[in-house]
């Protein structure tokens, strides 16, 4: 009887045991789906560079944008995605009805020179509205600020970064902001970087003070998203 007893409370041992390894892998599964994955940005992020230097790189890369600061190399946010392209060609459509298409364009992925605490800046925008007069200068590699910008931003995009962008922008003569998250189909347009208004659905996004006849709604936006 003693035998059977040592048996059974051998058995009994096992299969808490195994229960209690079952429910420590499980929770541990739970840790594990939750967990965010690292974004790894390539090594040229942070690395030391000439202006000069900087001005031979493309604007992108590795899928980042290319921007510089400080005399560093800064790979801030992700390049645009197809369905940027989508909003942009949206975005392009309202622009040509407007009285500034006869005086400038809205151009992607374009290099602004700015000015920061006595030093410059090269900021990458997705999109950037340049007179016909800036647009020759950026061809002869003279950089100015836009008077309007519209950034997409994504979920894994860095927002201290993007709010320390925009301040710069305002610095240099910028007028209006627009910040189209495009995940969550949202327009946060900026007045200045204090003065913002968030914009969805059928409410109206304007690029006013910069281009004040550039007005279409949330919803016009992402129709072919």
Not at 69 to 75: G, Y
Request: hydrophobic share 30%; with cysteine.
């Amino acid at each position: 009887m003693a035998a059977t007893s040592n048996g059974k409370t051998r058995t009994n041992a096992q299969k808490k045991s195994s229960t209690t390894t079952m429910k420590e892998a499980q929770h541990s599964s739970r840790k594990t789906s939750v967990k965010k994955p690292t974004v790894l940005r390539p090594k040229l992020d942070g690395t030391m560079s000439s202006k000069e230097h900087f001005l031979t790189l493309p604007v992108n890369h590795e899928g980042w944008k290319c921007e510089w600061r400080n005399d560093k190399i800064e790979l801030n946010e992700t390049s645009l995605l197809s369905k940027d392209r989508s909003i942009i060609n949206t975005l392009l459509r309202a622009f040509t009805r407007t009285t500034h298409f006869e005086e400038g364009w809205l151009y992607a992925e374009s290099r602004c020179l700015l000015t920061t605490e006595s030093k410059e800046s090269i900021r990458v925008a997705d999109l950037a509205y340049f007179t016909e007069k800036q647009s020759r200068s950026q061809k002869a590699g003279k950089y100015t600020a836009p008077t309007f910008v519209v950034e997409i931003v994504h979920k894994h995009d860095r927002r201290g970064k993007l709010r320390q962008k925009i301040a710069e922008y305002f610095a240099n003569g910028v007028r209006c902001v627009w910040c189209i998250h495009a995940d969550s189909e949202r327009v946060r347009v900026y007045r200045s970087p204090q003065d913002s208004s968030l914009i969805r659905n059928n409410a109206v996004c304007s690029a006013a003070p910069a281009l004040p006849d550039l007005t279409l709604s949330a919803k016009e936006l992402f129709e072919f998203v």
